[in-house]
């Protein structure tokens, strides 16, 4: 995946109410790409977690 879409997806994760106020982004001018999407799955995985179950 390129960099540019990585950016992307972490700067959608970055909306999400979980996230909101927080820079989950400003290391990730030191991350190698490999690093960058791992950190982005970690992310999204959390928030796919936090999501409230319909009963």
Known sequence: MKRIDLLARLKAAEGN?????????????YMSDEQ???HIRDI??????SRPRPE
């Open 17 to 29: 109410d979980l996230y909101k106020g927080k820079r989950i982004g400003s290391l990730s001018a």
């Open 36 to 38: 960058l999407e791992k």
């Open 44 to 49: 999204e995985d959390r928030m796919h977690a």
